[in-house]
């Protein structure tokens, strides 16, 4: 083919009228044709996308390069950093000759710059901490994190309703744990038999099991105060760029449960507190999640289904999500289904069934005139990817061999001293990670909160001089709790009803206020 109709058809199909994201330069048989650039609209990122290359070939450049135009831009970036590679965005690039290649062939400026950043965790790496409770889960939400039968969630279910009728903070997973067993062992067993139901031991049983489970992947550090509000994803650097939040997951990898329960808390969160927007106007975060496959890996058909009906529903919120991984195959079909954009870089063939699947790949993409799909995926250099992007009225443009742009920021990890450095300077990490251990269900339960006393210094005087007998029933105690002054503080602890995050809750009239985490 000519480069003449190449280039009609190209022009054609990258005309966007919008605000636009550079990704780099179109190539046809080996050779980067200048002054044209393959471009990603703004108004189209809410419609997702996917980042998909084997080990090596550069998937984690092209995220970089697009978090930093996307700040450029003013759009908020949220990144999964599981590899520790990413966090070097917030220090300048160093020009070298191979990049000055690059950009040079392709015709774009390269000028090294540093980024806004904020480093955060949900683990034990350095960064704002970020937390839920478990109230603002929700009995539906927690009861799919851990994977529970009808059975199960209804006594979860339970636990949840008794909790909040006796205004028992359910804070981390310690509370939910002593609820439970109140209920289901000890003197609570009989008072709800009546109102609530009774809870089976076996139900009990495998619940605390669950929660096992979970706490030994890191979700005693993840269930806590404080918790954080996904608004903070949201603001400003001095410069005007917009800052990138990277998520630090090094330690993560092998806890695939606590990593795909955060997502789905996380995305149903910014589902409820981000205002309508529709498909209009410019995204306001966008996510990038690396090795995306983590998500899917364990999770049950439920909570597959709420990521599904969520990533369906977030684009018009103003969020856009953007999956990277090894292969295009490590992504459920029904969310594959849902991605506008793709930048597949190079997989490698080495067995007849990477054969096999790569021929299924190159059949998701729109067929070309000017490639063989099946083919020049396995040729693609490092820092080449075949594109396709969705154009402002909603449909594809062809595929594209791309040669793509370098990031501007340094390509290599922070050492120690600099990610204290980020920390140190956050207008938010002071905020979020003080160490908060309140009364709640667990200290209530277990006899630690004894607040009748401390209204009554008189009665205390003479419990000192003459001690009296202590009462047996934690019930009894619960009754003292709910009655005195104590109860509003606890009340305020409670920060959603019974449904969760998933269904809603009233907006937020000021910052003092529970959010997420």
Known sequence: MSIDKFTQQFTEAFNFSGKTVVIGGPVLDKNIIKNLAVELPLATINRHGLIAGATGTGKTKSIQRLAESLSEQGVNVLLMDIKGDISGISKAGEANPKIKERMDAIGAPWCPQQYPTELMTISDEKGVRLRATVSEFGPVLFSKVLELNENQEGA?????????????????IKDFRAALQHLAEGDGKKEISENYGAISPASSGVIMRKLLELEM????????????????????????????NILRLTDIQDRPKLFSTFMLCLLAEIYNKFPEQGDKGEPKLVIFIDEAHLIFKEASKALMQQLETIIKLIRSKGVGIFFCTQSPADIPDVILSQLGAKIQHALRAFTAKDR??????????????????????????????????????GTPTPLIHTIMCAPQSRMNVLTPEEQDEIVSNSEIAAEYNEVIDRESAYEILKGKLEPV????????VKNEEEPEEKSSSIGDTIKAVAGSSVTKTIVRELTRGLFGVLFGSPKRSSRKKKGFF
């Open 356 to 393: 096999k699947d790569i021929k299924l790949v190159a059949e998701n993409f729109p067929s070309s005139n000017f490639y063989k799909t099946d083919q020049l995926i396995t040729e693609l250099g490092i820092g080449e990817a075949l594109v396709t992007v969705l154009s402002e009225k």
């Open 217 to 244: 992947q890191g979700g005693d550090k993840f269930f806590g105060e404080k918790s954080f509000e996904v608004e903070d994803l949201l603001h400003k650097g001095k410069d005007g760029k917009a800052y990138i």
């Open 156 to 172: 979860v279910a339970i636990v949840f309703k008794y909790c909040d009728d006796k205004k028992l903070p359910l804070l981390d």
């Open 453 to 460: 006393q401390e209204e009554m210094p008189e009665e205390k």
